[in-house]
């Protein structure tokens, strides 16, 4: 016999943005966000645990906690829509684009029964009775107490920082048009927000809804229970010797459990005297009864340590119940969601009961609003401690909201993330500045990260300078158009450091950086220079600029030299400035290899590629001169006088210099004060500074790494390091890591997927914030990262051969892709 479900549903209406049922009880909803899935140390577990017991012990006598955590399959939808969307960001959508994962929502019901409401059972369940009219109306002091109390139980949970709670109002809960309310959507297991597919809800052979098979499994017999329980739990797949990786102890019914299903978690508070005055009656039955039975003598002993630690501890007794709740529109695949639920409850040391019988009044008590008509024949008795142990603690990997950052990928699923590892932890106090220290030894993929980041932020707006020694950019270089300068021997790195943008006069600190340059190419290291010979200097820079604006001079090394010769000495002459305080004819002659003719004449001289303040991309590539002794600490500090530009000049432009293992030689020459002032001051100028690094043994021995670099990097990232975990202990006390980051940074790689091809990396935000995430990109995203010489040498190739490297790697990756189909 068919019913309609608006004759049996037991929720009366909404009121005071309250769900009251036909029953009497008032329900308070709260959406919550909860922390992510390995987030949280050992010591959060304990501590999240804790706040638990202490809210559920502020709800009033004879209310019901109802936490209900969906889990809901479902499918990355790629956006195409976006018109700023480059080639490598659109490449990304396709290549996510449907990616499976697991989406999470959260609520808590909080529900009061009505004074002298009888208990529920599955033989009086409002499911198989009809609805009676409350047997008393509402008064308002008693709507207010429960408010109160719901409310701090909301202040508890949020205080400890773990938890966002969002009380849902009126139009949360009731339908809308094309909005499908909280009630709605758990009758017919609508898995959107957004649609309502509406079918018949049949408990005839099971339970099924539409077109969605059901099975039911609880955690409802003492029996059935592990043998301990804990706020945290191991987990083995990133475990490893020397560290223990801990998540949630009911993680394994959360978000570990890849499959639609729903986890309804309920606690159920009484009268604690009554409580305890039942199970005196009980104990003394048991006593009487002991001598006739082996189980009635453990059941007393029991019974016994119940009462002793509820009296001694001043525990809270509660009563609880938790189930899984499963569904599918294909009706094979239900035994192989059952080995899938039955593994995840034998991981937490529990027997997993399928529920069929009182599957419907289980399920029928689930509609939010209704928890107080759960069937108590299907709890059991605990206290709050052990009840909260069995509480879903964590959600999925979240996308942040700020427009700054990176795609990155959820460790379990891959779906793609928005991680901003810049700005916002600068918001929010977590970081002080934006700098980063990047370590991953050779084949962890370093160079693919940081490609990644810093195309990312290219796309963004900043502005890059970036110093390198393996040719690691020159793919991403030559996609977004920067500048790339690079030593060969048919075609010379060169530069112009007189050049001018728009022809002006050179400010204080262009003048002081030529300053530098010359006094560095005219002396020695340990050479000191006179006073006298930094004035000459200077007001032959002033003279020379003077000349260049009134004639048509094209300011380079060659016309600067030719003033110095022929105006210059004219000036000193004129002004008797003896030898002994400037010894023109010396400077001329160490100059004259940079001038025309001379040895390193094309260096200083260079007629393209001279406006590098307004160059957004530019990269360096010192691999053949890193030791050379003449041409390294000029290039330095060419490229330390860039970037410095561009810090002062570029106002509200994010500016980032990246070192990659170029900073070993660099702080060799004598360019260390550099590294540190730039390190110490960058975040006054809205830049960042970030050196890469191989080596652990680099870190160690350099106080360079050690001193301004490390201390000045707020965001940490290493990639595996499982070569070194023997080790590690020493890493992380140098980068001050704690116990939680270490475990993730060994764990970085032990469990990838075999299906898919990427690197895992760690991240860490101010020793507080840590996550790992997956470096997964498209084909044409790998093939413009890729640090391969035949993958590079394939890339030229198709770039050569379709006329752009854009056009090359598209192709390229579209051949790959139709040779594995």
């Not at 966000?33 to 706040?51: G, K, N, V």
């Not at 570990?256 to 009656?281: M, V, W």
Request: glycine share 4%.
């Amino acid at each position: 016999m068919e019913k309609l479900l608006e004759d049996l549903i037991p929720v009366l209406d909404i009121e005071h943005d309250c769900i009251l049922s036909k029953q009497g009880d008032i329900t308070v909803v709260f959406q919550v966000q909860l922390p992510e899935i390995f987030s949280l140390s050992d010591h959060d577990y304990e501590a999240f645990h804790q706040t638990w017991v202490k809210a559920l012990k502020v709800l009033p006598m004879h209310s019901v906690f109802h936490k209900q955590d969906w889990f809901i399959d479902s499918l990355y939808a790629a956006d195409f829509t976006k018109e700023d969307n480059s080639f490598l960001s659109t490449s990304s959508e396709r290549h996510f684009n449907e990616r499976p994962f697991l989406d999470h929502f959260c609520y808590i019901f909080i529900t009061k029964k009505p004074t002298g409401r009888k208990p529920s059972s599955s033989m009086l369940s409002n499911l198989i009775r009809e609805s009676i009219v409350p047997p008393q109306t509402l008064e308002a002091k008693a709507l207010q107490d429960f408010l109160g109390s719901a409310g701090q139980f909301s202040h508890i949970l949020e205080a400890s920082g773990f938890v966002k709670l969002t009380r849902l109002k009126e139009q949360d809960l009731l339908s809308q048009h094309r909005k499908p309310g909280l009630i709605e959507r758990y009758c017919f297991l609508s898995p959107s927000q957004q649609t309502l597919m509406v079918g018949d809800m049949q408990f005839k052979d099971g339970i099924q809804i539409g077109a969605q098979h059901c099975q039911l499994y609880t955690l409802a017999d003492a029996a059935e229970l592990p043998a301990q329980c804990r706020s945290k739990a191991n987990y083995e797949k990133y475990s490893t010797d020397k560290t223990k990786f801990s998540v949630g102890f009911a993680s394994t019914l959360g978000q570990l459990l890849p499959c639609n299903h729903i986890y309804n978690q309920y606690i159920f508070t009484g009268d604690s005297a009554k409580t305890i005055r039942r199970l005196e009656t009980k104990r003394l039955r048991l006593q009487s009864l002991a001598a006739h039975s082996r189980e009635n003598s453990i059941a007393l002993d029991a019974t016994n340590d119940f009462l002793n630690e509820a009296i001694s501890s001043q525990r809270l007794p509660v009563k609880a119940h938790f189930n899984v709740l499963v569904w599918t529109d294909q009706k094979e695949k239900l035994p192989e969601i059952n080995n899938l639920v039955s593994s995840a409850m034998a991981r937490m040391d529990a027997t997993c009961k399928q529920e069929t019988s009182g599957a419907p009044q289980i399920f029928w008590a689930g509609i939010p609003g209704n928890s107080a008509d759960f069937p108590m024949n299907e709890t059991f008795d605990t206290f709050a401690e052990q009840a909260s142990c069995f509480l879903n603690l964590e959600t999925g990997s979240q996308s942040s909201l700020s427009p700054v950052g990176l795609r990155l990928g959820d460790r379990l699923t891959g779906k793609p993330v928005h991680v901003d590892i810049s700005d916002e932890p600068v918001k929010k106090g977590i970081c002080t500045n934006r700098n980063k220290f990047i370590l991953g030894p050779s084949g962890s993929g370093k160079s693919f990260f940081t490609n990644h980041m810093v195309r990312s932020y290219y796309e963004q707006g900043s502005h890059i300078v970036l110093v390198d020694v393996g040719h690691s950019y020159k793919g991403l270089c030559d996609l977004v158009g920067g500048y790339y300068f690079t030593y060969e021997e048919s075609n010379p790195i060169r530069f112009n450091p007189f050049y001018i943008e728009d022809d002006g006069w050179p400010d204080t600190e262009k003048k002081e950086s030529i300053k530098t340059l010359i006094l560095a190419l005219w002396k020695n290291d340990n050479e000191l220079y006179k006073p006298s010979e930094y004035v000459a200097i200077s007001n032959a820079l002033t003279l020379y600029f003077e000349l260049v604006n009134q004639k048509d001079v094209l300011p380079c090394f060659n016309s600067f030299y030719e003033f110095l010769r022929a105006d210059f000495i004219k000036v000193l002459q004129a002004d008797r400035v003896k030898e002994k305080d400037f010894d023109i004819a010396n400077l001329l002659y160490v100059l004259r290899p940079y001038y025309r003719g001379g040895e390193f004449d094309y260096l200083l001289n260079a007629t393209e590629n001279m406006d590098l303040l307004s160059e957004r991309f530019i990269v360096f590539e010192l691999d053949v001169i890193k030791d050379h002794p003449i041409l390294f600490p000029i290039v330095t500090i060419i490229i330390m006088e860039v970037f410095m530009s561009k810090l002062r000049k570029l106002k509200g432009i994010r500016k980032m210099i990246l070192i990659e293992e170029a900073w070993k030689a660099i702080a060799k020459e004598g360019m260390a004060d550099y590294i540190q002032y730039i390190f110490k001051t960058v975040r006054k100028y809205y830049g960042e500074a970030i050196v890469v690094t191989q080596e652990v043994e680099d870190i160690i021995s350099s106080p360079v790494v050690k001193q301004a670099i490390i201390n000045n990097s707020d965001c940490k990232i290493l990639l595996d390091q499982s070569k070194y975990q023997n080790k590690f202990d020493q890493i992380q006390q140098l980068l001050g890591l704690t116990d939680k980051e270490k475990a993730l940074v060994l764990s970085v790689n032990k469990a990838n997927d075999p299906s898919l091809k990427y690197k895992e990396v760690f991240i860490s935000l101010g020793g507080s914030l840590s996550r790992v995430y997956r470096t997964e990109v498209s084909l044409e995203e790998y093939y413009a990262y890729t640090t391969e010489e035949t993958e590079k040498l394939k890339v030229a190739q198709y770039a050569k051969r379709f006329g752009s490297i854009q056009r090359g790697i598209k192709m390229l990756a579209e051949e790959i892709r139709s040779q594995s189909v």
